[in-house]
């Protein structure tokens, strides 16, 4: 794999030219253009004082030889402090705009690339790091709005050239073509440097990216690594990372930094070939010594924006790298597309799936020409072994993820003709694993409608279990949750999940329902909360307790994409077939009446004939 393999861009990365990438950042720079004006002009201004400068010097040496009156050498020493007074004054004025101007920029460009990064579908965050996607909205923002500063210097560095570029040919046009002699080739060394400074800036940032996931996953998953006594192991991870980004970087800073000391060698040996020719013919009074000077210290002048110049596109790699990255960001294209914006009006809740082809993966189909319709008001179960297709059924009725062929109808409207954002407020989901995130309880409960009163959801609170669940925490609806829940069990993080859809109305509710086992009395709350949902909404239930499943209006049976089975609890048993199978299997246990001592069939006909004489002789 070598020191470098795991810095390869990203599979949406691109590849963007010069031009574009300067034509994209220029739309952000362009809604600051009055500030940016007022930057270059107190630019200019500093480069026209720092250019008289030296002419005031050079005229006040001359008068040394005609001995001047001390009155004049007063004025000379004041015109230079009254200029360095006014060069710190526009520099102080230029910083604070440009202070402001950076991170005006950066703050646009983060809340567009979080813009993008949140409205992306789940595949594309099921396929990329999360941790990598961050370091794009911070480390890499940062670095563009830095190409800011570049620019407003490059503009000053011309108009400072220029204007000595226009004293050096005053003061000796035969020595100037010397100098004009000697700039092509600092400028073609200067852009021999872009190419290998573009890409050890990508490879850079990419190792930074790389540190970030790694950070993130390993602060993630720290419980875990502590359970497993995996402490060093994940910091040899991270070392590891951060030694290629430390190598990497190093790397990017030696190409960054050698263009100006290479250049300047250049500048130095052009300003020695100067200083001799000038000296000769000042010494045989073809010039004046101060004519001489002024030459000399203009050159010297001269020479750092030039340098500076052509080593502009080698050190604005790292801003237009960093842009390449973060317009990458927000030029993916979604997977998922809607066809139209249509608003969306209460929905009924019938779902149907017409000769539906979905795959995660090309060539690994998950549904194939899958049919299946789901009435308003009913409450259907999904059932099978991992892999069978449950969740991938659930997220398409989301609209997480693409489909590829067939229909998906809601209220026999095609689903990819709604507008998603007013469709999803009529979509509640509560996933297997219950995400909380940090606050209150009553905070996580209203995040799916803000606007929901505090009486109406400890109303909905108290007629669970008669609000007994709430009497287990601290501060009730105020108790702080942690981070992703931690401070919570996991039956109380599953019923915050269940008020957080309870409190929104949902017209079409799925449920991926928490394998982990929780106490009786939990269990009973849970499934009361449950009850107060699907008495009002259309219900898709990947089952994993047994008491879901029976609860079920029907049934559905999966095995590699496809219906096998379908009906209601005890239909499916009498079968015989793989539901009876898949009980046996996963829900026997979960049954009051289930005997360890009996074997699979044995119990599975205990099951029903022990549940059929409770009701009595009579009833039989």
């Known amino acids: ?3 470098f393999g795991g810095l390869q861009a990203e599979p949406y990365d691109r590849q963007y030219s010069d031009r574009e990438l300067v034509r ?15 930057i270059v002009l107190a630019l200019l201004t500093i480069s026209g004082m720092n250019a008289a400068i030296p002419l005031i010097v050079s005229y006040g040496v001359d008068m040394l030889d005609t001995r001047s009156s001390p009155t004049s050498m007063y004025l000379l020493a004041g015109a230079v402090f009254i200029l360095g007074f006014l060069v710190w004054l526009m520099n102080w004025i230029r910083r604070r705009l440009t202070i402001r101007t950076v991170g005006d920029v950066m703050l646009a460009l983060r809340e567009d690339a979080f813009t993008a990064s949140a409205s992306h579908d789940l595949s ?20 563009f709005s830095q190409v800011i500063v570049l620019v407003t210097d490059l503009a000053s560095q011309i108009v400072q050239s220029l204007i000595l570029m226009v004293v050096l040919i005053n003061i000796e046009w035969q020595l100037s073509l010397w100098v004009f002699g000697i700039l092509p080739i600092v400028f073609v060394s200067g852009a021999g440097f872009r190419r290998i400074a573009r890409r050890v800036t990508r490879r850079g940032l990419r190792a930074i990216a790389n540190v970030n996931a790694a950070i993130k996953e390993a602060v993630t998953g720290i419980a875990i690594a502590k359970n497993f006594r995996q402490e060093t192991a994940i910091y040899n991870q991270f070392d590891e990372v951060n030694q290629t980004s430390y190598i990497t970087n190093v790397q990017r800073g030696l ?61 604005i790699q790292s801003g237009l790298s960093a842009a390449e990255r973060v317009f990458a960001l927000l030029d993916t294209e979604a997977a998922v597309v809607q066809v139209d914006d249509r608003r969306v009006p209460k929905l009924r809740g019938e779902i149907e799936f017409a000769q539906l082809d979905f795959r995660y993966v090309k060539g690994e189909g998950i549904l194939e020409q899958f049919s299946l319709k789901v009435h308003p008001g009913e409450n259907l179960a999904l059932v099978g072994h991992t892999g069978a297709g449950k969740t991938s059924i659930a997220r398409l009725i989301a609209r997480f993820y693409e489909f590829q062929d067939g229909q998906l109808l809601i209220d026999a409207e095609d689903i990819r003709s709604f507008d998603l954002y007013e469709y999803r407020r009529q979509l509640g989901i509560v996933s297997q694993v219950p995400f909380l995130f940090a606050g209150t309880v009553v905070d996580n409960i209203r995040y799916a409608r803000p606007e929901a009163r505090d009486d109406e959801i400890e109303e909905l609170a108290m007629r669970i279990g008669n609000g007994e669940w709430l009497e287990a925490m601290p501060d009730g609806l105020r108790t702080q949750v942690g981070e992703r829940g931690g401070l919570l069990s996991m039956g109380q993080r599953q019923l915050v999940a269940l008020m957080r859809v309870l409190v929104q109305h949902p017209a079409l509710f799925i449920l991926d329902e928490a394998t982990a086992s929780v106490d009786p009395f939990t269990e009973a709350q849970i499934q009361e909360a449950l009850g107060m949902i699907l008495e009002k909404s259309t219900s898709i239930l990947i089952a994993h307790r047994l008491s879901t499943v029976r609860a079920a209006d029907r049934i559905i049976v999966l095995k590699e994409g496809k219906i096998i089975e379908e009906g209601d609890h005890h239909g499916l048993m009498s079968e015989g077939g793989h539901y009876a199978e898949l009980y046996n299997t996963y829900f026997r246990h979960q049954s009051p009446d289930y005997h360890p001592s009996l074997e699979p069939d044995q119990a599975n006909l205990g099951f029903i004939e022990v549940k059929q004489d409770r009701t009595g002789p009579g009833d039989k």
């Open 1 to 3: 794999m070598g020191f």
């Open 24 to 38: 994209r950042m220029a739309a952000y720079f362009g809604k600051h253009r009055r500030r940016l004006t007022a």
């Open 124 to 143: 594309f965050h099921d396929e990329f790091s999360s941790g990598r996607i961050v370091s794009r909205i911070t480390s890499d923002t940062r670095d």
């Open 255 to 315: 190409v960054l930094t050698s263009a100006f000391p290479v250049l300047n060698v250049l500048g130095g040996v052009a300003t020695a070939l100067l200083v001799y020719v000038g000296g000769m013919s000042a010494a045989q009074g073809a010039v004046t010594v101060g004519a001489w000077y002024l030459f000399i210290t203009s050159l010297d002048r001269f020479w750092f924006p030039v340098l500076n110049l052509a080593s502009f596109w080698s050190q």
